[in-house]
């Protein structure tokens, strides 16, 4: 017996058209003799038998066939059985697979969670029932039982029961009247530090934690105080009751400062102004909530600030200045009286102004600058540094 | 035996000859009994003999001569026999075509397609293999339309000629021989929107809401559907869109189903630079704002030449390997 296969005709085309049988089931034909017509995309062409024998078409006419695959047989003698060989069987799958092979395939979304959470797919078993896979709903069942057990070594990423209310507190349990206000601080960078430095010098204030979105140091303090998992935990905590006031900590990041102010906002937190003992406040003067003012700063007499501002060092909002919202300031800004600044404005160091000068929302003002009475730097607008002594070779505001 | 794309393309062409005296195809060696290099028009022009019009070979020409037919009221349907050749036509398509029927003062109807086979995977080669739709992108006054794996490119065809403007009607060689997927095919699930360009969702899961949704058109709908079957074992779900019109696309349904999963993937089988996918990404990265869960992959040609060799061109062109890739890339961020 032998196949005759499909020829390929041309290097496009992976398969052809039976158009039809120019010679019947079982007919005698000679080597050479034509037995069919077939079709590509570009044209029809005759089919030639490979040998004597006996055909037996194995495609019906209008049917397509796959180059390779067979297209009639030739049997030697006429009334000979004919059995279409297996010529699919490629090897079992369960024979192909090597020794080396027994760990049970994960499924994507079960590898992923399991690297989400610390574990290795190549070395973490996990029980499965029956032939299936490892699925997502297994790693997830697995990973609760570890969290459960008390002799789990998984480290968590965060760990909420560290942070107790005021109700767990020995003293503030007993005395409530003037305990101090509970502050959790949003951000772990340098602005925490100069946060954590204010706050240790008021009495009436307590850190009791800090969030930060790197979550390579949760779990670590920042002078004494826990780190204690990402920026969205603050809704989290917030409902256990763990703190009183919020105060955002970062000032390099502008864009996320006015961020996490406005969302923890709207969703009822409330923030604490912290300020350095050695700030002046003079008559009348006025603050939001969420400013964060660090030591030698002055607000004059009847001056007004906003929320969400961030004061360094030595900045001077003198008498009848009116300072909007979510504003940084590098040290030793000095502003002069009736000074209008107003929301998202950044303030580099060394910056001098006179009176009455007005800075309209998200300014920027480059250190050194001096604006003379009645400046006004419109919306948006830059100032950059002048005539710089050294520069780093990049913008002279970050 | 259920229809294929092709022979849907075919019986709507027989359909329309037949009901409008003044509908007229023209186009390269499209006579029979070649009946055309794809053989979308074969028995045609035996029906119609005086309306399957052969053309000497001008694409320029086809495109203009079809142009002003249309613009004196009949059907016009233009055969460019490779998308490729497209290139030859374009001025007529984009300064001509697509703006003459508004640019004097009078809006006419005009009901011109020019059709082509777009797309490679059969190894024939550079200039006969690409995806150049993205070069009438932007083109005001052309409608671009590629019916997918789950569109009756007959009916779309049909309903390019009823709307009476300049249309581009891609149609990959790929899924010439399939038969369309209309309707619910287990495993997946498909549903088509209402209006005139119906876009095609297709989900791989049933009930709850999806891991990822991946954006694509045309001949691009048999990857996709093939990785979405693959990722049925691996608890991914997908929720694919296939718009019918690249050009208008159905803003609000894809949005609701991209903020529906936050991770959203773009395929299409033209180089992703400066493509299609750009066009939507950036769209979507603005349109999401904070539902966005990942940035929007992309996944499309590399931005080269495409090989004669099967092998080669397997590398350039996108693969199922490229999209799982993707698929993983949005999952993890």
């Known amino acids: 017996m032998q196949l005759i296969l499909a020829p390929q005709l041309n290097p496009n085309e992976d398969s052809i058209y039976v158009v039809e049988w120019r010679k019947g089931v079982r007919d005698p034909v000679r080597r050479g003799e034509i037995i069919a017509e077939v079709e590509t995309s570009k044209a029809t062409v005759e089919v030639e038998s490979e040998a004597d024998g006996y055909l037996i078409p194995l495609v019906e006419a209008g049917k397509a066939v796959r180059v390779g695959e067979p297209l009639a047989a030739l049997v030697a003698n006429v009334d000979e059985q004919f059995v279409l060989p297996d010529l699919l069987s490629r090897g079992t799958t369960e024979a192909s697979q090597s020794s080396a092979d027994k760990r049970r395939r994960w499924t994507v979304k079960a590898k992923l969670l399991a690297e989400r959470n610390g574990l290795n797919p190549e070395t973490v078993e996990i029980p499965v029932e029956g032939p299936g896979p490892v699925t997502e709903a297994l790693v997830q069942e697995y990973l609760q039982q570890r969290v459960s057990s008390p002799s789990s070594s998984l480290t968590i990423s965060f760990a909420p029961a560290k942070l107790a209310g005021p109700q767990e507190d020995l003293v503030d349990s007993h005395c409530p009247a003037g305990r101090a206000e509970r502050i959790l601080i949003l951000g772990a960078g340098d602005g925490a530090v100069q946060t954590l430095d204010v706050i240790r010098l008021t009495r009436h204030q307590l850190a009791i934690g800090l969030l930060d979105d790197n979550s390579d140091i949760h779990g670590r303090t920042l002078l004494g105080c826990p780190i204690v998992g990402p920026l969205s935990l603050a809704k989290e905590l917030w409902g256990q009751g763990v703190f009183d006031k919020a105060i955002v900590s970062i000032s390099t990041n502008p864009e996320l400062r006015v961020d996490l102010y406005t969302q923890l906002t709207s969703q009822g937190i409330p923030f604490a102004n912290v300020v350095d003992p050695t700030v002046i406040i003079g008559s009348n003067a006025s603050m939001g909530s969420g400013n964060l003012i660090m030591a030698f700063c002055r607000l004059g007499s009847c001056a007004t600030i906003g929320d969400n501002n961030f004061l360094s060092a030595y900045v001077n909002i003198e008498h009848h200045s009116i300072l909007g919202n979510h504003c940084t300031f590098g040290p030793g800004v000095m502003l002069s009286s009736r000074v209008r600044i107003g929301n998202r404005v950044r303030l580099g160091t060394g910056i001098f102004m006179e009176p009455k000068v007005s800075i309209e929302d998200d300014a920027v003002i480059g250190s050194g600058n001096i604006l003379v009475y009645g400046s006004r730097v419109s919306r948006g607008r830059t100032i950059r540094t002048p005539a710089p002594s050294a520069a780093a070779g990049r913008h002279a505001m970050e | ?333």
């Open chain 2, 1 to 333: 035996m259920k229809q294929t794309f092709l022979e849907s393309i075919r019986e709507s062409l027989a359909t329309i000859l037949e009901k409008n005296e003044n509908a007229y195809l023209l186009g390269e060696d499209i006579v029979d009994p070649y009946g055309g290099a794809f053989k979308a028009t074969k028995g045609l022009s035996t029906r119609f003999p005086d309306r399957v019009l052969p053309t000497p070979i001008s694409e320029a020409a086809i495109v203009g001569v079809a142009t002003g037919m249309a613009l004196r009221g009949n059907i016009t349907i233009a055969e460019i026999m490779f998308g490729d050749f497209l290139a030859l036509a374009a001025d007529q398509i984009i300064n001509h075509a697509s703006k003459l029927h508004m640019m004097y003062g009078t809006q006419l109807d005009m009901s011109l397609v020019i059709r082509t086979a777009v797309g490679g995977g059969r190894g024939y080669g550079p200039t006969h293999s690409q995806n150049l739709e993205r070069l009438f992108l932007g083109t005001d006054g052309l409608q671009i339309l590629a019916p997918s794996l789950y569109h009756s490119p007959g009916e779309t065809l049909k309903e390019a000629v009823a709307s009476k403007r300049p249309t581009l009607f891609l149609e990959h060689k790929l899924l010439y021989p399939s038969p369309t997927k209309l309707g619910e095919v287990p495993p997946l699930w498909a549903m088509l929107t209402e209006g005139r360009w119906p876009t095609a969702f297709v989900k791989n899961f049933h009930g709850g809401s999806g891991d990822v949704t991946i954006i694509s058109y045309g001949g691009t709908s048999l990857l996709v559907d093939e990785v979405s079957q693959r990722m049925i074992d691996e608890e991914v779900r997908i929720t694919a869109c296939f718009p019918l019109s690249l050009n208008q696309l159905p803003e609000e349904q894809v949005l609701e189903e991209c903020a529906a999963t936050g991770r959203v993937i773009v395929v299409e089988e033209g180089p992703t630079y400066g493509g299609w996918s750009a066009e939507i990404s950036a769209w979507l990265h603005r349109a999401l704002g904070k539902n966005i869960r990942a940035p929007v992959v992309r996944v499309g040609a590399a931005n080269s030449l495409i090989p004669n060799a099967r092998s080669l061109e397997r590398d350039i062109l996108p693969s199922i390997n490229n999209i799982e890739d993707a698929i993983l890339a949005v999952l993890s961020a």
